[in-house]
């Protein structure tokens, strides 16, 4: 990935506390920032270009650099507003007119805010990366995060801004169609990564595209696709979705080596058993269906039988349910995204 140049925040709710009141935001009785909003600017000033793009259609830049002052954020190189380019996020004029004011390119780029439709997928759909910041921990809108990385707390955006951005998921599809994926294949991990909506939803659906990688590959040359997989992913600066990959051993025993000891870990691995080639399946299901295809691992059947209905036991207590809740609820969110 290019190494990041500019920051574009979002205002209202993102840096600045949104009043009950109207007209430009610099002439409200009240202005404060968010919490956390000006350890984080401090920060990132003399790392990146910041630049705020608002949606307030009722504040020209001036205004909105105006609010900033008042709220001690004046750490912008300049603002942007709906008002004074008659455009509004997600709308992709919108983002270029922020690369064009502060010249620099969509991919050294990224966008910070707490609207998914508005700061993540009209940032990804301009080309820039995107950082949802989302305070109160809710749940992505939708079943394939479109966000390179979230934020619950502001104070936390240097650091994630400094390390590396998990692979998009085109470039996961990309990787897959460079290692010679079918379709039937593809159509699987997007299956299984859907399924992946605890913990870290980025990681695990990263996780869950990525963890085939190597599935023809490594099949041509008679070794584990697994840690293939593993081996392909740290090439490429990934090593928490290497883990992913090398602990979803498919019929060796899960030694404490290959054993899945995250959570991201464990959902790829208990997802993996549960998603046929086309829909969900139940463990028994999806075993009956490998088994089909290679007879010879009916000795292993057994043991691989255990260690998924294990995985899947530990999973359903955690969450406070029965297997059969779990199937019934992920069936129901591939069916119905939007449900």
């Not at 925040?9 to 409200?28: E, K």
């Not at 942007?80 to 996020?89: F, H, S, V």
Request: aromatic share 6%; charged share 25%.
């Amino acid at each position: 990935m290019p190494r990041l140049e500019a920051v574009f925040f979002d205002s209202g709710d993102t840096l600045l506390r949104v009043f009950p009141y109207a007209g430009r935001m610099a002439d409200w009785p009240e202005v404060a920032a968010v919490d956390g909003a000006a350890e984080a600017l401090l920060q990132l000033r003399g790392r990146y270009r910041l630049a705020v793009l608002s949606n307030a259609q009722d504040s020209r830049a001036a205004d909105m650099a105006a609010a900033m002052r008042r709220a001690g954020l004046d750490y912008l190189s300049t603002c942007i507003t709906a008002r004074d380019i008659g455009a509004l996020k997600p709308d992709p004029a919108f983002f270029r007119a922020g690369l064009q004011a502060l010249d620099v390119p969509a991919d050294r780029t990224v966008m910070v805010g707490d609207s998914y439709a508005a700061d993540v997928l009209g940032a990804r759909a301009a080309g820039l990366r995107a950082v949802w910041y989302n305070p109160r921990g809710g749940p992505c809108p939708s079943a394939h995060p479109a966000y390179d990385a979230t934020v619950s707390d502001l104070r936390d955006l240097p650091a994630v801004l400094a390390a590396a951005f998990l692979p998009d998921a085109a470039t996961c599809l990309a990787w897959l169609a460079q290692q010679g994926a079918s379709a039937d294949l593809t159509t699987h991990v997007r299956l299984l990564a859907a399924a992946g909506e605890d913990v870290d939803p980025l990681l695990a659906h990263r996780g869950g595209l990525l963890h085939d990688l190597a599935k023809v590959s490594a099949a041509a040359r008679g070794v584990s696709h697994e840690l293939e997989a593993g081996r392909l992913l740290r090439e490429r600066g990934q090593p928490a979705l290497a883990r992913i990959a090398e602990r979803h051993p498919v019929w060796a025993p899960l030694t404490a080596d290959l054993r899945p000891t995250t959570w991201e870990e464990k959902l790829v691995y208990y997802a993996d058993r549960i998603s046929g080639p086309t829909k969900i399946v139940s463990i028994e299901e999806r075993l009956a269906e490998m088994l089909a295809r290679r007879r010879e691992r009916n000795a292993a059947a057994a043991a691989y039988g255990a260690a998924a209905h294990a995985v899947e036991q530990e999973i359903a207590r955690r969450l406070g349910l029965t297997a059969d809740d779990i199937m019934a609820w992920l069936r129901n969110v591939i069916d119905d995204p939007a449900g």
